[in-house]
């Protein structure tokens, strides 16, 4: 690619995440090679399962399979690696996707100048993805796409877990 975009999909509405792997797939099926590096997150889900086997799609998780929105040090050197690799991706593929990592920066696990920075900088032909509620308003300003998820309605409310191969 000439030129590629930023992407912002916040919010909190479900499918950020599913948008996210859409656009992975739509990628690589026209020959584009991506990297899919989950933030925070750490079980196994179904798009982890699906993109780990596709050629030309890495799919890293760096969260604790366990992780509960309480951050600790932990989390905090995790979510300090995963940026390290979204820096070494950047330049060896065609679409990169940090998912979670505006919640990251929202707790304060990764500083808001990093990421910024890291927009400025990313080479220009990478297609740069940044998924998770929660946007800083200085990472909308910086992207060309912005999509905002809104919650309208989610059976989670009603008290409904979370559903293997629908929710993750």
């Not at 000439?2 to 916040?10: I, L, Q, S």
């Not at 399979?65 to 905090?76: G, L, M, Q, T, V």
């Not at 919640?103 to 910024?116: E, R």
């Amino acid at each position: 690619m000439k030129r590629g975009f930023v992407h912002v999909y916040t919010g909190n509405g479900k499918g950020k995440t599913t948008a996210a792997v859409g656009l992975s797939v739509r990628a690589v099926g026209w020959g584009l090679k991506v990297s899919f590096i989950q933030f925070l997150k750490g079980r196994p889900t179904g798009e982890m399962k699906v993109l780990s086997e596709i050629p030309d799609v890495e799919f890293v998780q760096t969260g604790r399979p366990d992780y509960d929105f309480n951050p600790n040090e932990e989390d905090r050197k995790r979510v300090l690696e995963a940026m390290r690799l979204a820096r070494e991706r950047a330049g060896s593929v065609d679409l990169l996707v940090l998912d979670e990592v505006n919640v990251a920066v929202h707790l304060g696990l990764l500083p808001l100048p990093t990421l910024v920075n890291f927009i400025k900088e990313k080479p220009e032909g990478l297609e740069l993805v940044l998924t998770g509620r929660w946007a800083k308003p200085e990472v909308i300003e910086l992207a060309d796409y912005v999509t905002y998820f809104e919650l309208v309605k989610h059976p989670f409310y009603r008290g409904k877990p979370a559903r293997r191969g629908i929710d993750y």
